[in-house]
């Protein structure tokens, strides 16, 4: 089975059902699934071939979701791209990632635009531009087997790296997903995230099973909170950033039909949780998400007494705690993360290499650096890569950042090592502050870090910036020194 029958299948047992709440339009899951049909003939009649990859940039929207899976119909592998990514990296994009097209929404302007043809797609005016260096008889990705989809990883600490999913892997991935999150017909997802990097174990899956897709337009706490009220929305999965937003929104405004709110992309602290809880009432479970692998780690067991932990390996998922020569690590120590299970990478596009290449024993290795309580429980330390030795003691920045990030004046920090004459390194921070006109004395800095941390991890140094670089899925942007 190839991914849109997933699509279809679910369109046959609920046709009238709304697939999408999208603006004023509510859309079924009999129109999305013509729609996808019929898109996918326009398409190929258009020129897009199938074994090729064509990249689908573009905001939020139904006609996102349907050019995504009417690009996989033609048989074409899909690229879902952002249209937050600058010029810059839209070419390096195509050109890193061999793109045969792109099709893209008009919402953001890039240097093919007069080499486009208009397309419609459900009322809204799309463009196609077609890659003339490319071969197009040639089958995309040979290596890997009826591949369908195609990301590039965030980068934070190293070159991206073009993740290929077939169709049998997302089967497997959403199925094993579902055995815990245990979505169904009857629930209403409230979107806030960006689709083009939570496409697979998100927006499949609960079509797949399904789900109804509320889309949120404007992503500030008021347009949340008025949009899960209006249609009712049971699922909330957003990022710390929206959980901030949620529970410093000042109103009275409950949403009372909420039932689950998943933190992912980033660490979030226990008392930002609790926040959140004491103002609506619900708690927040955090999930472990990664392009490699899917969503195989979760924490709805305990969310309430560990917010902060990442959770439980999934059933079909064994989740291991490594050292450095591949040994499993006993409870409570920190070493490399290691997953394996259902729906893992089928392979990377450069160099060309294959699932049994990139596992070691079976594992893969997420480059996250965690630890694993006695009952299983586990918790992120920090980025391999991104980890800090002062004097022999082991600074993870996320840990840091957390705690920042909980001064009333900073709205985001970046933690980082620089060269220390004496304990080899030390810890610094970059600071983006709420107001430019509020800046707090470095001492009331470190006097808030010390409530929290151990001194080694205290920063040295304090540097206020108006903004942090970030990968084109808003994670931190993290280098050397």
């Known amino acids: 089975m190839r991914v849109p029958e997933l699509l279809h299948q679910s369109a046959l047992k609920f046709p009238n059902h709304i697939a999408v709440y999208d603006d004023n339009i509510n859309f079924t899951y009999h129109e999305l699934s013509l729609s996808v049909k019929a898109t996918a003939k326009r398409l190929h009649s258009a020129g897009i071939h199938p074994e090729t990859c064509v990249g689908v940039m573009g905001g939020n929207s139904r006609q996102f979701i349907i050019m995504s899976f009417a690009v996989m119909e033609c048989g074409a592998v899909v690229m879902p791209i952002s249209n937050q990514v600058s010029v810059g990296e839209l070419i390096d994009i195509i050109k890193t990632a061999e793109l045969s097209a792109l099709l893209d929404d008009k919402s953001n302007e890039h240097p093919f635009a007069n080499e486009s043809t208009p397309f419609s797609c459900e009322g809204v005016e799309w463009r196609i531009y077609f890659n003339n260096q490319i071969n197009l008889i040639a089958p995309y990705a040979p290596h890997v087997n009826d591949p369908a989809l195609i990301r590039f990883t965030s980068g934070t600490t190293g070159t991206s790296k073009g993740v290929i999913l077939s169709h049998p892997t997302i089967l497997e991935r959403t199925e094993a997903a579902n055995k815990v999150l245990q979505l169904h017909e009857s629930d209403k997802i409230v979107w806030v995230l960006s689709m083009a990097y939570h496409f697979v174990v998100s927006i499949i899956l609960y079509l797949r099973y399904g789900c109804s897709i509320i889309l949120c337009k ?81 924490n709805f067991e305990k969310s309430d007494q560990f917010p902060d932990a990442v959770g439980y390996a999934l059933p079909d998922y064994s989740v291991e705690i490594l050292d450095e020569e591949g040994n499993i690590l006993p409870v409570s120590q ?101 107001n430019s006109n509020e800046i707090p004395h470095t001492e009331e800095l470190r006097t808030f870090c010390r409530q929290h941390l151990s001194a080694y991890k205290i920063p040295q140094q304090f540097i206020f910036v108006d903004s942090l670089l970030k990968t084109d899925s808003g994670k931190l942007m993290r280098g050397s020194y």
């Not at 957390?402 to 030390?426: C, D, P, R, T």
Request: glycine share 8%; hydrophobic share 40%.
């Open 218 to 298: 404007e992503f500030l706490a008021d347009n949340i909170i008025e949009q899960t009220n209006a249609h009712n929305g049971t699922f909330l999965y957003a990022s710390p950033m929206h959980i901030r937003m949620l529970f410093n929104d000042t109103s009275t405004r409950m949403m009372p039909s909420l039932k689950r709110v998943i933190s992912t992309s980033t660490t979030i602290s226990k008392e930002q949780c609790e926040k959140f809880r004491m103002r609506f009432n619900i708690p927040v479970s955090q999930a472990y998400g990664i392009i490699e692998i899917g969503l195989p780690i979760i």
């Open 334 to 434: 920190v070493g490399h993360l290691a997953i394996k299970g259902p729906g893992m990478l089928d392979g990377y596009l450069n160099p060309p290499s294959i699932r049994d290449q990139i596992l070691k024993e079976g594992w893969f290795l997420t480059g996250d650096l965690a630890s694993k309580m006695d009952d299983g429980l586990i918790r992120i330390e920090g980025r391999l890569k991104s980890m800090i030795n002062v004097a022999g003691n082991k600074v993870f920045p996320e840990e840091v950042e957390v705690i920042l990030n909980q001064h009333i004046l900073i709205a985001e920090s970046k933690v980082s090592g620089y060269v220390h004459s004496l304990l080899g390194e030390s810890v610094q921070a970059e600071i983006v502050l709420y």
